[in-house]
């Protein structure tokens, strides 16, 4: 996972707290992404940036709110965490658009009670 | 570690041997497909990527080989050794930003 950063690595909170999920890369990229991982599931995409300054919904938005603060950082906030968001959440990056590789952070654990 | 990838469907080979990993695709217009792997505790690593207008291609002890009359995709691993052990999972994309990841299969490798 070299070149991308996602901080932090665990965080366990109550329901209705909030927090900012932070990523960071310096690939050089210009197009970011936030997934989550659950149990059993592919990756699904909550918003992707595609170049700085821009941001659009994905697979499953509701809950999440997202910030491209600059071309190397994209950072992910949940205002009032539900239970249902306990998951694995990844940061990735591409090049370009869709048809091109994307690199993904290391991931945070993420434990809502 | 993670709890990634509970009730995955499972492969077991012996080191040395040869492994194939299969995956059905669901969109007949997707045109790049990449496998990935993930070890436990770690982020997706790229391994290999195909577009439609090929049917194989090779990579360091890697073949994915593509039939879009099916939409079937495989991933080869030649001489399989116990530090190829992880989930590996495809992902199809139809040239927008919203790649479709399937959910994996575990591959355990046995000394």
């Known amino acids: 996972n070299a070149g991308v950063t996602q901080t932090p690595k665990f965080q366990v909170l109550k329901t209705g707290q909030s927090m900012t999920l932070q990523c960071a890369q310096d690939?050089?990229?210009?197009?970011m992404y936030w997934y989550r991982q659950d149990p059993g599931m592919g990756l699904r995409l909550i918003y992707y940036s595609a170049s700085e300054g821009t941001t659009d919904k994905g697979e499953v938005p509701n809950g999440y709110n997202v910030s491209r603060l600059n071309k190397r950082e994209f950072s992910l906030r949940l205002e009032s965490a539900a239970p249902s968001q306990t998951s694995v959440y990844f940061c990735?990056?591409?090049?370009?658009?869709?048809?091109?590789?994307?690199?993904f952070g290391p991931g945070t654990r993420l434990t809502v009670l | 570690g993670e709890s990634v990838g509970l009730h995955l469907p499972t492969l077991s080979v012996q080191e040395g041997d040869n492994s194939i990993i299969n995956c059905a695709y669901s969109?007949?217009?997707?045109?790049?497909f990449i496998w990935y792997k993930q070890e436990s505790g770690k982020g997706p690593q790229f391994i290999i990527d195909?577009?439609?207008?090929?049917d194989k291609r090779q990579g360091q002890r890697v073949t994915v080989l593509l039939n879009k009359t099916v939409k079937h995709l495989s991933l080869q691993i030649a001489a399989t050794q116990p530090g190829d052990s992880a989930v590996y999972f495809c992902a199809e994309n139809t040239g927008g930003f919203k790649t479709i990841f399937g959910a994996g299969t575990r591959l355990f490798v046995k000394a």
């Open positions: 969109n007949s217009a997707s045109d790049y």
């Open positions: 990735a990056n591409s090049r370009l658009a869709g048809t091109d590789t994307q690199y």
């Open positions: 195909i577009r439609s207008n090929m």
């Open positions: 690939m050089n990229h210009n197009s």
